[in-house]
């Protein structure tokens, strides 16, 4: 199988599972967190079997010199290459290394991204699937918020229309002050 063609299928079935994934005012942390639970899902839903902070052929630099890199996702599928995924808000070098590293490993590397428009494309062979969202200054002290919500692309509702015509006039029953002495 084409690992070019087949990443590209799998980064378009995570994107499409991703697009109707909502949330409002979370923190970094919860952001984060949603989007790996969102892959962990999406990956089972395909069948495969799923590993959080696995680890990856990266191994950590000194003082961690003996230790591993650890991937966000990491998912076994039966009859083709794994495919690991990294989550970040940031561009990290660090994690196109290991994203590199895993595709050299025979790996489907996919990074997701996710922030406000305006990402970078990873170098090939590396998939990016981008979720955009919108931020703002939380209560002093707690940093930024992040929310994503539903893209609505709907026509407004047709008007309905007085039964006289859009041009007439309609009298309403409203006493005048003489009346209602």
């Not at 902070?53 to 890199?69: K, T």
């Not at 794994?82 to 994690?95: A, F, K, L, N």
């Not at 050299?104 to 998939?127: Q, Y």
Request: charge should be neutral.
């Amino acid at each position: 199988m084409d690992l070019g063609l087949d990443g590209e299928r799998v980064a378009a079935s995570l994107a499409h599972r991703l697009d109707g994934l909502t949330f409002v005012d979370l923190t970094t942390d919860q952001v984060t967190a949603r989007l790996v639970d969102a892959v962990a899902e999406w990956a089972t839903g395909e069948g495969w079997r799923v590993y959080r902070r696995a680890a990856s052929v990266v191994p950590l630099p000194p003082p961690l010199s003996g230790r591993q890199s650890v991937l966000d996702v990491a998912c076994a599928r039966p009859d083709r290459p794994p495919v690991v995924v990294e989550v970040d808000h940031t561009d990290r070098r660090r994690t196109v290394e290991k994203l590199l590293a895993e595709a050299g490993a025979g790996r489907v590397p996919i990074w997701l991204r996710w922030g406000v428009p305006g990402f970078t494309a990873p170098p090939a062979p590396i998939r990016m699937v981008a979720v955009e969202v919108s931020r703002r200054n939380g209560p002093a002290g707690q940093g930024r918020l992040y929310s994503r919500r539903p893209v609505v692309d709907r026509p407004a509702p047709p008007h309905s229309v007085p039964a006289g015509g859009p041009g007439d006039p309609v009298a309403l029953p409203i006493p005048t002050l003489d009346e209602a002495d």
